[in-house]
């Protein structure tokens, strides 16, 4: 936990899949660990994840995609980000992301990629470990 300030995380799903019952039970998992989490809800743009995740003030963004798309749609955040000035955000990844992928992700900044069955504890604690240190 950072002194004085709750970790704030943005939970995003980018992209057309309706599926966001794991974002969910992320969202659910990090606020019930005592972080801020603000959900953005089904069908976001990469323009809209950016945008809320600058008004928020996030530390953290954790991008679900189960479509097939991350890989068009994750550079594309990637790349706002930079142009927001926001790289000191840790952004990690969840969904069907196949292994393969994983290491073009890395290489744009994504810090982790979490598959299907990673427990909740997991995803916590790489979050407190990893969140960046802000006053």
């Known amino acids: 936990m950072q002194s004085g300030r709750k970790i704030r995380v943005l939970i995003a799903k980018p992209g057309l899949d309706s599926h966001d019952r794991g974002a969910k039970v992320v969202a659910r998992a990090l606020r019930d ?34 479509s097939g798309a991350h890989m068009a749609l994750f550079p594309r955040i990637m790349e706002l ?32 990629v979490f598959g299907p069955g990673t427990s909740t504890e997991t995803i916590i604690k790489y979050v407190l470990e990893n969140a960046p240190k802000r006053k």
């Open 33 to 66: 660990a005592g972080m801020e989490v603000i959900y953005t809800g089904l069908r976001q743009t990469p323009e809209q994840i950016v945008e809320t995740a600058l008004q928020e003030d996030v530390d953290v963004i954790g991008l679900s995609i189960l």
């Open 81 to 112: 980000l930079k142009e927001k000035g926001l790289t000191d955000v840790l952004v990690f990844a969840g969904g069907i992301i196949p292994e393969e992928d994983v290491p073009e992700l890395k290489k744009i900044g994504i810090k982790e």
